[in-house]
């Protein structure tokens, strides 16, 4: 039964994003969010005039992540080391993002058919001209149930999917998506382990470009 249940439960996960330390944007559930809610999601904030402080004010900074995540680059996912994929959530922690619900087949890295128009605004808001130049982190998370190797390969794979889904059919750079999976180990909900909200791909916009105004 307990692995009837976990297979069970890990019919789904949740694309999502951070858009700063405070704020987010989420969708959760809908499965007809559009490009532009994404697009909106996933552009660079603007900071105000005169702001020095923080690390997308820093050249210094911006300077080391442009190089960390060059390291990063056309690594197949599970050749991440468990520090790297900690720096890219300490850098993921502050950037723009989304909420989408992502379905996958049962027990499976495929994405369901009812959760393809999700995916294809997806590919649609990251082909826009807007968007040119940026790196897109994508990021795979299970929920607590089951074993951390089984939850972190099904993390992987599933970030891998979308990866792939978005370059064949959008013609992605795979250069400027970055995949990593967590399995268990950074639940969005930690009172709740094997809460569905848990099941996610975390897809960040890592431009440290920001605009001012």
Same mark, same amino acid.
């Given at each position: 039964?307990?692995?009837?249940?976990?297979?069970?439960?890990?019919?789904?996960? #949740?694309? /999502?994003?951070?858009?700063?330390? #405070? !704020?987010?944007?989420?969708?959760?559930?809908?499965?007809?969010?559009?490009?532009?809610?994404?697009?909106?999601?996933?552009?660079? +904030?603007?900071?105000?005039?005169?702001?020095?402080? @923080?690390?997308?004010?820093?050249?210094?900074?911006? !300077?080391?992540?442009?190089?960390?995540?060059?390291?990063?680059?056309?690594? *197949?996912? +599970?050749?991440?080391?468990? @520090? =790297?994929?900690?720096?890219?959530? =300490?850098?993921?922690?502050?950037?723009?993002?989304?909420?989408?619900?992502?379905?996958?087949?049962?027990?499976?890295?495929?994405?369901?058919?009812?959760?393809?128009?999700?995916?294809?605004?997806?590919?649609?808001?990251?082909?826009?001209?807007?968007?040119?130049?940026? #790196?897109?982190?994508?990021?795979?998370? /299970?929920?607590?149930?089951?074993?951390?190797?089984?939850? *972190?390969?099904?993390? =992987?794979?599933? !970030?891998?999917?979308?990866?792939?889904?978005?370059?064949?059919?959008?013609?992605?750079?795979?250069?400027?998506?970055? /995949?990593?999976?967590?399995?268990?180990?950074?639940?969005?909900?930690?009172?709740?382990?094997?809460?569905?909200?848990? +099941?996610?791909?975390?897809?960040?916009?890592?431009?440290?470009?920001? !605009?001012?105004?």
């Amino acid at each position: 039964m307990t692995h009837f249940n976990k297979f069970f439960g890990l019919k789904a996960m #949740t694309l /999502t994003a951070a858009l700063s330390m #405070t !704020a987010s944007l989420a969708f959760a559930g809908d499965t007809n969010v559009s490009t532009n809610q994404i697009l909106d999601a996933l552009k660079p +904030r603007p900071i105000t005039r005169g702001l020095s402080v @923080g690390p997308q004010a820093d050249p210094t900074a911006q !300077a080391k992540e442009a190089t960390f995540l060059n390291t990063v680059r056309n690594r *197949q996912t +599970r050749s991440l080391s468990m @520090g =790297e994929r900690d720096q890219i959530a =300490e850098l993921a922690a502050t950037k723009p993002n989304i909420d989408l619900e992502i379905q996958f087949d049962y027990n499976s890295a495929d994405i369901a058919k009812t959760s393809v128009p999700s995916v294809q605004a997806l590919g649609k808001a990251l082909s826009d001209p807007s968007l040119k130049g940026s #790196t897109f982190v994508v990021a795979g998370h /299970t929920d607590a149930i089951g074993t951390e190797a089984y939850n *972190q390969g099904l993390s =992987e794979r599933r !970030a891998d999917t979308i990866k792939k889904y978005l370059v064949q059919n959008y013609s992605l750079s795979g250069n400027d998506l970055v /995949t990593v999976g967590y399995g268990k180990t950074k639940l969005k909900d930690t009172a709740n382990g094997a809460d569905p909200i848990n +099941r996610r791909v975390q897809v960040v916009n890592m431009d440290t470009k920001t !605009a001012s105004k």
